[in-house]
């Protein structure tokens, strides 16, 4: 299976201890989707989806999220200045972690109420933006349909919670040809 998991652990071991990755696990918003890096008690300064738009996306009430964890050491970096413009020092990098093989099921079997977040984000977004006078609707637009891709496709999110999975239980990037762990059951 081609995917574009890589892993981040010697640069994330390197980084976890900086004070702008403070981010609180337990305060992480429930759309970041498993892997390092998490958004939580972020600000609401709407700098993420600027810096990161392949990565980080925000809710209505302006809280980032990480909804694509990097595929390649540019948009890794661009998530670190993502989380290094938050004054609230509300990103985490630590969710290698802290997820499971259980708790990526657990979040799997609840995309719908993603994709039903989704929806309602493409019908606020304009009059909110629209409302507030707020620049930038056309990239949040964007990054919010390459959501809705990557959580459809099965070589999106699907693909690479397997590849994921599988780099938790066995501290490596699965090799091709491995036997990835399913996560819809």
């Given at each position: 299976m081609t995917t574009s998991f890589r892993d981040f652990s010697d640069e994330l071991s390197f980084l976890v201890n900086r004070s702008f990755l403070s981010g609180e696990w337990n305060e992480r918003?429930?759309?970041n989707i498993p892997g390092p890096f998490y958004g939580a008690e972020t600000d609401?300064?709407?700098g993420g989806?600027?810096?990161?738009?392949?990565?980080?996306?925000l809710t209505v009430s302006r809280q980032e999220f990480v909804y694509r964890q990097p595929r390649?050491?540019?948009?890794?970096?661009?998530?670190?200045?993502?989380?290094k413009g938050d004054p609230c020092h509300g990103f985490g990098a630590d969710g290698n972690l802290r997820w499971s093989v259980r708790l990526i099921r657990d979040w799997w079997k609840e995309?719908?109420?993603?994709?039903?977040?989704?929806?309602?984000?493409?019908?606020?977004?304009?009059?909110?933006y629209r409302d507030h006078e707020i620049p930038g609707l056309d990239t949040v637009l964007k990054s919010l349909g390459e959501f809705e891709?990557?959580?459809?496709?099965?070589?999106?999110?699907?693909?690479?919670?397997?590849?994921y999975a599988y780099?938790?239980?066995?501290?490596?990037?699965?090799?091709?040809?491995a036997k990835l762990p399913d996560i819809d059951r």
């Amino acid at each position: 299976m081609t995917t574009s998991f890589r892993d981040f652990s010697d640069e994330l071991s390197f980084l976890v201890n900086r004070s702008f990755l403070s981010g609180e696990w337990n305060e992480r918003y429930w759309l970041n989707i498993p892997g390092p890096f998490y958004g939580a008690e972020t600000d609401t300064c709407l700098g993420g989806p600027y810096t990161a738009p392949a990565n980080v996306l925000l809710t209505v009430s302006r809280q980032e999220f990480v909804y694509r964890q990097p595929r390649d050491a540019e948009e890794f970096l661009k998530v670190l200045w993502a989380a290094k413009g938050d004054p609230c020092h509300g990103f985490g990098a630590d969710g290698n972690l802290r997820w499971s093989v259980r708790l990526i099921r657990d979040w799997w079997k609840e995309r719908s109420a993603a994709f039903s977040w989704i929806a309602r984000a493409k019908n606020d977004y304009p009059r909110d933006y629209r409302d507030h006078e707020i620049p930038g609707l056309d990239t949040v637009l964007k990054s919010l349909g390459e959501f809705e891709v990557f959580m459809s496709e099965p070589s999106g999110a699907r693909a690479y919670l397997r590849c994921y999975a599988y780099f938790l239980e066995h501290h490596k990037v699965p090799p091709e040809g491995a036997k990835l762990p399913d996560i819809d059951r």
